[in-house]
């Protein structure tokens, strides 16, 4: 009781008192071996570089055979763990895909499958990742021309654009708006009243309103305005049956429909076939 009247602090809080007790010998040793422990730490993966950070392990292991360049750092900018040099696909990612998807899928054409897929925010970091991969994607085999689509498949199995019809049938549309569902509500909204994408509802259209100018335009993409080539995704039936989904959605004047886009087009009865 006489020790702890010689370490009373003059504080009172509320009829508290404090004592001026000094702290535990562990909690001090503690605290002098965590500082101790940052400086090494510190030394150790940030000065003298011989630990991995984590982005390094992950490097490390999708790609055995990567090596830490000597601008690699806590500042450096980010690259891609899944890619090596030349855009291609490391060596954990190949065997992934082999195991899981089959041997007979290439990684090439899934990542190509995938930026064709991807939203406006997606397609930014896959380009990004794979510059080489976008970049064929776009450019390889040049645009499909108006004269005939599909020329991915066999020759001869695909009717020239102008010859195109518009379906009608009841399973056609209904296949084309199942279609137009899992792959183009983000853009162009659920009913098409338009969204990052136009309007696809009311009279105005930047790439034509024709069945053949909508079939060229879902096979080619416009690339420059985030609307990604379809063809290799979608089938040339897929597309048709899309296509004239799309046909009957105009006038259909859904809620919250986006400002029209482009120019006026005024087809009359069978025009847009």
């Given at each position: ?85 030349e855009g291609d696909m490391t060596p954990y ?93 983000s853009c162009h909204g659920a009913n098409g ?5 136009p309007n696809m509802t009311d009279d105005y ?69």
């Amino acid at each position: 009781m006489a020790k702890e009247k010689d370490i009373l602090l003059d504080h009172d809080y509320d009829g508290i008192k404090e004592l001026d007790n000094d702290l535990p010998p562990w909690w001090v040793y503690l605290f002098y071996f965590t500082i101790v422990f940052s400086v090494v730490y510190f030394i150790y993966y940030h000065v003298t570089d011989m630990g991995d950070l984590p982005i390094a392990e992950l490097h490390k292991e999708y790609d055995p055979n990567w090596e830490k360049s000597s601008s690699d750092g806590p500042f450096s900018a980010y690259s891609s763990p899944f890619t090596v040099s030349e855009g291609d696909m490391t060596p954990y990612l190949q065997e992934q895909f082999s195991y899981y998807i089959g041997q007979n899928v290439t990684s090439e054409a899934l990542m190509m499958t995938a930026m064709q897929r991807a939203n406006t925010e997606q397609l930014e970091k896959l380009k990004q990742a794979f510059p080489n991969l976008w970049e064929k994607l776009i450019t390889s085999e040049g645009p499909i021309t108006a004269k005939a689509i599909g020329e991915s498949t066999a020759a001869g199995t695909s009717p020239p654009m102008e010859d195109i019809k518009p379906l009608i049938d009841a399973g056609s549309l209904t296949e084309g708006k199942d279609i137009f569902i899992r792959n183009c509500v983000s853009c162009h909204g659920a009913n098409g009243e338009g969204g990052i994408g136009p309007n696809m509802t009311d009279d105005y259209w930047i790439h034509g309103a024709k069945m053949s100018e909508m079939v060229y335009i879902i096979i080619n993409g416009v690339p420059a305005k985030g609307m990604i080539p379809w063809r290799g995704t979608l089938s040339d039936e897929q597309i048709i049956k899309v296509s004239s989904f799309l046909q009957t959605l105009r006038g259909t004047n859904p809620e919250n429909a986006k400002a029209p886009q482009g120019e006026l087009v005024e087809l009359a009865e069978g025009e847009g076939e």
